[in-house]
């Protein structure tokens, strides 16, 4: 039995699929993603899974490890990670029981060293070029002298070929286990690309935006933009399908695709623990294993992966994985709930690149997710929760242009991705409309936040304080923590806690590689 995991950068839960379970009004109605769709229909798809942490590496160091993040030493933060040899990755793991072990593109960065979980430069298979990454630029670049057609097909010819220099130097009658991490939904991409390269009408996305996000042309463009990398990486997903099939591999592979935490540049999305920050896609194929068909209502952490693939290779799981094997739900026949416990997620965040004026620290949450309500501790509300204001919170202080706020994250609030999302409510914050927008995003948060997500899907009104949902605040706080000390969480079994002191805080790193 191989395995493939494609595990898209930023990718959050756009697909068609999905809309076949939301209303009327989801944006996933406006994009076509025939491959990922394919192995749902074909297999399983899960409509509550989410990441451990909103933030590339801590997310990655989880799902590889198959722990906590929190539980990965360096790698629970971005900025200054560095990667345990001492823990056990699935991908080593599996090399050791015999799989010959690939990757393309992206897998555990930033952090050093690069890739490490997977092997690093020795199993990496990007010879033949990393130009996908950078689609939308790529295609626009290129269409002028070849076309649009063919300017995507030399991407997915990429694609391919990096696939077969994979595939070709397997060692006969091996299995394989190979990741394709492609990074084209991480900013930046082309402006107006959306449009240009997909077809995709940003008028279209009017009315069906987030109640969180500014619903203007400057706003509905730039999420039309970036459908259009999620409808990219369908395409490079759907070449490595075929050529699963042209090799006859594909029914004796299991296929799982799914991405690392939602959109960038986006409000309340990439390093916030509200849903459109959490929740991923993810979809499973594997014939004879997995029927055809199923929906899958179960939460699931992605952490949980490692241990399922180590099972279903039928390899000993290591003891360090904390992650709970699907493979039981995968093996089951039934759609809906399966596993009668997995009714509850947990995610966090410590430190990305938050530049703070107090110290360089993290900006620490914790937060548990239920069907019906999403719980959020935020330990230290006196920071800021998408970095330092840096002069925007002194009223005469010179403004950064809407250009270098489009494209340097670092000038402001740098935990969230610079963008023309992120300029343009910069530059309209002091307006009556946008103003409540603006502070929910930037502004400091309470140390307590609830939703009730049965009457607020955007997570707009905090309940924390409504005397009617303290018994709801007080047991879904009891839960949470619960797993957080039995999980031995540094944040709330250590004094002081590890994640407020050098090399997890303190005086920041340039990227390592």
């Keep these: ?34 491959h990922v769709d394919r192995i749902a229909r074909e297999g399983a798809l899960f409509k509550n899974a ?78 033949c070029g990393n130009q996908f990454s950078k689609f939308s630029h790529r295609v626009t670049e290129r269409a002028e002298q070849i076309g649009v057609d063919a300017a995507k097909q030399e991407l997915l010819d990429e694609v391919r070929n990096n696939f077969d220099s994979f595939i070709d130097v397997r060692p006969e009658g091996k299995p394989f286990c190979y990741w394709w991490g492609p990074t084209n939904t991480h900013r930046t991409w082309e402006r107006g690309s959306g449009k240009a390269i997909w077809g995709l009408n940003p008028d279209d996305l009017q009315g069906r935006m987030p109640g969180f996000l500014p619903d203007v042309p400057e706003v509905r463009e730039d999420f039309c933009d970036y459908l259009g990398e999620c409808q990219a990486f369908d395409a490079g997903l759907g070449v490595i399908l075929r050529r699963l099939e042209e090799l006859g591999e594909l029914d004796n592979t299991l296929v799982v695709v799914s991405g690392d935490h939602g959109i960038p540049g986006m409000p309340r999305a990439k390093c916030n623990l509200y849903n459109i920050g959490c929740e ?46 699907l493979l039981p739900v995968l093996l089951d ?28 620290l993290p900006y620490p949450q914790r937060a548990i997710r239920t069907q019906d309500y999403l719980y959020i501790i935020n330990f230290e509300p006196e920071r800021w929760p998408m970095g330092d204001p840096k002069g925007l919170d002194q009223p005469h202080a010179a403004a950064p242009t809407y250009e270098e706020l489009r494209w340097n994250t670092r000038i402001a609030y740098a935990d969230m991705d610079a963008s023309p999302t992120k300029a343009w409510m910069i530059h309209h914050r002091s307006e009556s409309e946008v103003q409540l927008l603006f502070d929910l995003a930037f502004d400091k948060r309470p140390r307590e936040e609830l939703y009730d997500l049965r009457n607020d899907p955007y997570y707009m009104h905090n309940l924390a304080d409504e005397p009617q949902y303290t018994d709801v605040k007080r047991e879904l706080n009891a839960a949470l923590m619960a797993e957080l000390r039995r999980q031995q969480d540094p944040r709330v079994t250590e004094t002081p806690c590890r994640f407020e002191q050098e090399p997890y805080a303190g005086k920041l790193q340039p990227f390592q590689q």
């Design 333 to 360: 026949e039934r759609s809906g709930q399966v596993d009668r416990e997995r009714t509850f997620v947990i995610t966090g965040r410590e430190r990305h690149v938050n530049e703070a004026r107090e110290g360089d």
């Design 50 to 127: 989410s990441v451990p942490a909103p933030s590339c590496t801590p997310c990655r160091s989880s799902i590889l490890s198959g722990r906590y993040f929190w539980q990965t030493g360096l790698g629970a933060i971005l900025l200054g990670a560095v990667w345990d040899e001492q823990i056990p990755s699935y991908p080593l793991e599996l090399e050791k029981a015999g799989y010959h072990i690939g990757h393309t593109y992206k897998v555990w960065a930033p952090g050093k060293t690069k890739n490490a979980p997977y092997g690093g430069q020795r199993t990496a298979y990007s010879s």
């Design 1 to 34: 039995m191989n395995i493939v995991f494609a595990f898209a950068d930023d990718w959050g839960r756009y697909a068609s699929i999905y809309a076949e379970h939301e209303g009327p009004e989801s944006i996933n109605h406006l994009i076509r993603t025939p």
């Design 280 to 325: 991923v896609a993810l979809t499973m194929r594997w014939p004879g294993h997995i029927q055809a068909g199923r929906v899958i209502e179960d939460f699931v952490n992605l952490m949980d992966l490692a241990p399922t693939f180590m099972e279903a290779a039928g390899v000993a799981v290591p003891e360090s994985m904390t992650g709970r094997s």
